[in-house]
């Protein structure tokens, strides 16, 4: 199957398309699990919906559709965080941050929840991030 | 009271006895046939059965996670018996404003998403609840389950109040029932008159004045026969100061206090949709995690540290205690963590109730 539906329907999300696929695949093995099959749905049909606080000593840093990066500095580090209109990346980092205690480095994925700690020691800063949750229907 | 063991209806054998509600008697059931445990419900001795059966026809049209199921209704030997899906936990008024003077935003507005969705699900199905409270909101013991119950009891209630509109003001009845439900009370239901139709819309002014009260610890308008008075002046308490004082929840307190402003207007009309309550609930951003308990055992500067029931030791900073009451040592505490070194991170934090 691989390719027909693309094919065939060009102006679907390319990863739906892959999924129906999938789905369509003579092996059961090779067949994706149903969790990975309603990720993909839920997150594109719910995309461009989400919205992310930042908040860090009482500033407040939003990321959506209209504004998809933000930049936070403190005076040991900084992290930039990009919307792409599913997933909140963290695009770009300087100095040492860490994400629920983890030191992340660009390229990962943001939890939907958690504390951000900019630099080490007694100089950190501490910032909290949490998105929004937007569904298809009640 | 029905003895643990009695069989009814041909396959509940009742397990114990769970609590009462205004109106009626709820036990855990084991059903037989389909070897799961229920809540078995039946009015209260005195308490009229006659809308009983409508009331169970009415709330078996709703089918949503927030909630609760209706299974199934039978009668045996004149009394009257509603099979409703089982939640393992307590009342919404029981796991916060009984233990905390109130709740943080990130569960407000997790509650508050959770509720409208409920009530989405009821309007769509044509039914309005009408009794809306945080005693007829269910919660599992870590509040992973919300769900909304007893709208077929608010029917029952609604015959309560037909019966005290033809009897004199609604406003001025002694009943329990009533008094219970006046501080969440639309105006329109307050005030009508006999004949008068109360719609959906009154659900979503409930929801409003239940928030209200869950976020502050206090009745939007009063309590006791000073509600109707207060609703009519509308001379609603104002949002006390400790939701906005505190940078750190002010952006969430700020979006659900205009939520809960919208839910509170004056002419229904007016009013947001529960689907719109829904999508304004959606744009929230919060997180919900488990909440935990513990008791403050130290502070150095404006660090805390605490110890919890599991006997592990978590950190806050000032910054993330939220609420009336600030942090000390000694003081009682509940909180969610995050991972932390050298140890874990609790926010938000909220200093329990002094009982």
């Known amino acids: 199957m691989q390719g027909s539906i693309a094919e065939k329907f060009p102006q679907m999300d390319v990863a739906i398309a892959k999924i129906i696929e999938g789905c369509l695949e003579h092996l059961p093995d090779n067949r994706p699990k149903m969790r990975e099959v309603a990720e993909i749905l839920a997150h594109n049909l719910v995309k461009d919906r989400h919205r992310a606080q930042?908040?860090?000593?009482?500033?407040?840093?939003?990321?959506?559709?209209?504004?998809?990066?933000?930049?936070?500095?403190?005076?040991?580090?900084?992290?930039?965080?990009?919307?792409?209109?599913?997933?909140?990346?963290?695009?770009?980092?300087?100095?040492?941050?860490?994400?629920?205690?983890?030191?992340?480095?660009?390229?990962?994925?943001?939890?939907?929840?958690c504390v951000i700690t900019i630099g080490e020691g007694n100089l950190r800063a501490f910032l909290t991030f949490n998105i929004s949750h937007p569904e298809l229907a009640a | 009271m029905i003895k643990t063991g009695t069989r009814l209806g041909g396959r509940y054998r009742v397990d114990c006895y769970l609590a009462s509600g205004g109106m009626q008697n709820v036990y855990k059931t084991f059903d037989e046939l389909t070897e799961s445990y229920v809540a078995l419900k039946t009015p209260q001795p005195g308490q009229a059965n006659i809308r009983f059966h409508e009331s169970a026809k009415l709330s078996a049209r709703i089918?949503?996670?927030?909630?609760?199921?209706?299974?199934?209704?039978?009668?045996?030997?004149?009394?009257?018996?509603?099979?409703?899906?089982?939640?393992?936990?307590?009342?919404?008024?029981?796991?916060?404003?009984?233990?905390?003077?109130?709740?943080?935003?990130?569960?407000?507005?997790?509650?508050?998403?959770?509720?409208?969705?409920?009530?989405?699900?009821?309007?769509?199905?044509?039914?309005?609840?009408?009794?809306?409270?945080?005693?007829?909101?269910?919660?599992?013991?870590?509040?992973t389950d919300v769900k909304i119950t007893d709208f077929g009891i608010a029917t029952i209630t609604e015959k309560l109040f037909e019966e005290t509109i033809?009897?004199?003001?609604?406003?001025?009845?002694?009943?329990?029932?009533?008094?219970?439900?006046?501080?969440?009370?639309?105006?329109?239901?307050?005030?009508?008159?006999?004949?008068?139709?109360?719609?959906?819309?009154?659900?979503?002014?409930?929801?409003?004045?239940?928030?209200?009260?869950?976020?502050?610890?206090?009745?939007?308008?009063?309590?006791?026969?000073?509600?109707?008075?207060?609703?009519?002046?509308?001379?609603?308490?104002?949002?006390?100061?400790?939701?906005?004082?505190?940078?750190q929840f002010a952006p969430l307190c700020e979006s659900l206090m205009s939520i809960v402003e919208k839910c509170l207007t004056y002419d229904k009309t007016k009013r947001l949709s529960a689907a719109h309550l829904v999508q304004q609930c959606e744009d929230l951003c919060f997180n919900y995690s488990i909440r935990d308990h513990g008791v403050v055992e130290s502070k150095f500067y404006s660090q805390f540290r605490i110890l919890t029931d599991k006997r592990q030791r978590v950190f806050f900073h000032e910054t993330s205690v939220y609420g009336?009451?600030?942090?000390?040592?000694?003081?009682?505490?509940?909180?969610?963590?995050?991972?932390?070194?050298?140890?874990?991170?609790?926010?938000?934090?909220?200093?329990?109730?002094?009982?």
């Open chain 2, 324 to 355: 009336r009451f600030p942090a000390h040592v000694g003081a009682e505490v509940y909180f969610s963590t995050y991972p932390g070194a050298p140890y874990p991170r609790a926010h938000p934090v909220i200093v329990a109730k002094v009982n």
């Open chain 1, 54 to 113: 930042i908040i860090k000593d009482g500033e407040l840093f939003e990321l959506n559709a209209t504004n998809r990066k933000v930049n936070i500095r403190s005076h040991v580090g900084a992290i930039t965080i990009q919307y792409d209109g599913i997933n909140f990346i963290i695009s770009d980092i300087s100095g040492s941050v860490f994400i629920n205690n983890k030191k992340v480095t660009g390229g990962s994925s943001m939890l939907s929840a």
């Open chain 2, 63 to 143: 089918n949503h996670y927030n909630v609760a199921k209706t299974y199934d209704y039978f009668e045996n030997d004149g009394a009257c018996y509603l099979i409703e899906e089982l939640v393992d936990g307590t009342t919404l008024e029981q796991a916060t404003l009984a233990l905390i003077p109130q709740i943080d935003p990130h569960l407000a507005a997790y509650l508050f998403l959770n509720i409208s969705k409920g009530l989405v699900a009821s309007h769509m199905a044509g039914v309005a609840h009408r009794d809306l409270k945080p005693s007829n909101v269910l919660v599992s013991a870590r509040m």
């Open chain 2, 166 to 247: 033809v009897k004199g003001d609604l406003t001025r009845s002694t009943s329990g029932t009533i008094k219970g439900a006046l501080p969440y009370m639309a105006p329109e239901m307050m005030f009508r008159q006999k004949g008068d139709d109360v719609g959906s819309e009154a659900d979503i002014w409930s929801v409003g004045a239940m928030m209200f009260h869950l976020m502050t610890g206090e009745y939007p308008f009063g309590e006791g026969m000073m509600v109707p008075v207060n609703v009519k002046n509308m001379s609603r308490i104002p949002w006390p100061s400790f939701l906005t004082s505190n940078r």
